[in-house]
């Protein structure tokens, strides 16, 4: 048997599947404050990705399948929602470049309720993306990256927005020494909904990342952001960050304000505070919790999104891990009381790498 590397001529050929199965059970999916019904769900979601390596030539095409059924067709219909990348990574002299597509299909009522405060039918989200990076060392310390990203979203069945956007990003960073890299961003973008007039956001960042020692990092940034056209607004963004490892814990802490795109056609800005803690029972035996706090704001939507959630999970082979999560969550919109929802779920996930 090989060690996983299949060679043929120059190239080397990696592979990897995995396919959790998954069973939740959630108390309101549908985030009512009246008549909850809760439902069982069934997953299965297989994943293919494969590399071939040629010299300073990587690409990869990698796929799942989102097989899902329900308890109630009513709340929760079956879906099967597939996705997939394909890409091409070329090694430069000081640098690299990169160009990427992407397909995804995923339920609006998952996605939106988070993006949107809004609880739709269960229909579904499509997303399309091609995407060029360069990332180039101009000296040993200074960094330039630029990327270049392209987007459409399109919605079945609801009344959200389809939309596509174009946005370019141009960041460069120097590493002053081993420990403090100060880093600046300018990002523009252009949001052009169906239906509704264009509207178009610059943005300008500075920051700086501080290694403190092997075990602790942070990093700061802030910045204006400027919307004009048929949305007009001008505002901040920026955020702090933490990362703290251990040899059996990792924490990371991130608060950040940052305007994003929504199914709504407009920008939206978001203020949020994520939180994750792992610990390392054993070899085997792995528990944490994550935190995830957000306010949203534009011309038309004004809500508050709370998640917390904790799990266990087990290797029970090289090939197997069982997962076991929990999770609570709230949903605020405009001065309307909190709803809420929770879910219990068990994983099971097979895996395998380079075969």
Known sequence: MSNGLTTAEAAVIQQSFNAPIMIEYDTNPTFLDQDKKGIWRYLVVPRYGINLVDG???WYADGRLTIERSSDHDIVIDREDPAFNLGWIRELQNGKFSLKAGYEESSSRINEIQRLGRVFGDD??????????????????????TDFIYEKTTYTGIDAVNYWIPTLRVAMSYALNERVEPFAEVKLSELNPDGLGDSRYAGA??????????????????GWTSID????????????????????TLTNVDLVRQVEPSGV????????????????????????????????????LDFKY?????????????????????????????SDDKVYSNAIGV???YNILNF
């Not at 709370?306 to 609570?328: E, K």
């Open 56 to 58: 300073v030539n990587t």
């Open 124 to 145: 579904t989200r499509r997303t399309r993306i091609v995407e060029a990076n360069l990332e180039k060392s101009l000296s040993e310390k200074l960094m330039l990256l």
């Open 205 to 222: 960042l500075v920051g700086a990342r501080f290694n403190v020692s092997e075990a602790f990092g942070w990093n700061i940034r802030g």
């Open 229 to 248: 056209g048929d949305q007009t607004d001008d505002g901040w963004q920026g955020g702090v960050g933490a990362k703290y490892k251990t040899e059996k």
């Open 265 to 300: 056609g407009e920008y939206v800005e978001v203020d949020s505070l994520t939180a994750d803690y792992s610990y390392e029972l054993s070899a085997l035996d792995n528990v944490g919790v994550n935190g995830y706090v957000s306010k949203h704001e534009s011309r038309s």
């Open 306 to 334: 709370n998640q917390i959630a904790a799990f266990y999970s087990r290797d029970l082979t090289d090939n197997w891990n069982a997962r076991l999560s929990l999770a609570h969550r709230q949903l605020k919109i405009d």
């Open 347 to 349: 994983t099971l996930t």
